[in-house]
């Protein structure tokens, strides 16, 4: 499923791919790629959009200011460093970190570089949050994402998850006319859902029925046949004397017939 991808910045200055998870008034709550930090809320000013996809054409030369995909150490996960490139010889690029205190110059391809992203800091109105209320019958489902991909590309949206607590679906997305989409959808959705788990119910028990009918099949029989003026008393008030008779061990079922009893068991 699709998520709601941002870059945030790290207190060295670089920036980080995370997903959002949720918008708050000042803040929101990401999730870092590969969960290499724990789930935090982090401050609108401190995230950005990613840049536009695909190549906008500009060359990269030298004494561009450039982004640099790269990491200060072995146990952090790379990020977009701001760099100038001070050389360029072939296919490689000395570049000269803009954060250091100290000037620090490495070489690069150009595959690590990219021009600056053009995204301005998130603000509170960058996303549209809407919060539903799910019917108390479908809300074990809800944990699935995947339950909701078709809900989320038909509004729009780009990021959905269910609040156990609340028993509601949170959706995020880019677009603020999302919100007239998922009230207009969101009962249909529903709906949906309860068919799912319908037929889901439905194909079980079936599954059920065609592995007991099939342990029937190889199972033993034996047919005892009951005077007609006995049969009441043999099965007992209330079928007691074939729930009995069921939960006996290696027998796998009883029926009655007009004349009598089939018994199946598991061996002879």
């Known amino acids: 499923m699709e998520e709601l991808a941002v870059e945030v910045r790290g207190s060295n200055g670089a920036f980080y791919k995370a997903f ?3 918008v708050q008034e000042e803040k929101l709550t990401v999730a870092f790629e590969n969960n ?40 952090e996960p790379c990020g977009w460093w701001l760099a100038r490139v001070r050389m360029i010889k072939g296919d490689f690029f000395v570049i000269e970190y803009a954060v250091c205190e100290a000037a620090f110059s490495e070489i690069v391809t150009l595959e690590r570089l990219r021009h600056l992203n053009p995204s301005q800091p998130l603000t509170a109105s960058t996303f549209t949050r809407v919060e539903i209320s799910v019917p108390e019958d479908i809300r074990h489902a809800c944990e699935s994402e995947e339950l909701h991909r078709d809900f989320l590309k038909a509004v729009g949206a780009q ?14 997305a880019r677009d603020a006319s999302v919100s007239r989409r998922v009230d207009m959808l969101s009962d249909i959705h529903f709906r949906g859902i309860r068919t799912k788990l319908l037929l889901k119910t439905s194909n079980q028990e079936a599954s059920r029925q065609l592995e007991a009918r099939r342990r029937l099949a190889r199972a033993c029989v034996l047919e005892l046949r009951v005077s007609e003026h006995l049969l009441g008393l043999a099965v007992g008030a209330h079928e007691a004397n074939l729930e009995a008779a069921r939960g006996l061990g290696g ?8 004349t009598g009893f089939r018994i199946y068991g598991e061996s002879p």
């Open 20 to 22: 959002v998870k949720d």
């Open 36 to 75: 290499w930090q724990p789930e935090r809320q982090v401050a609108f000013q401190d995230a950005r959009l990613p840049p536009p996809a695909g190549d906008d054409g500009r060359e990269i030369t030298e004494n561009s200011d450039v982004e640099v995909f790269s990491r200060a150490n072995e146990q």
């Open 159 to 172: 990021s959905v998850s269910f609040n156990s607590t609340q028993g509601s679906l949170t959706i995020l």
């Open 251 to 258: 027998v796998s079922a009883v029926e009655t017939q007009p």
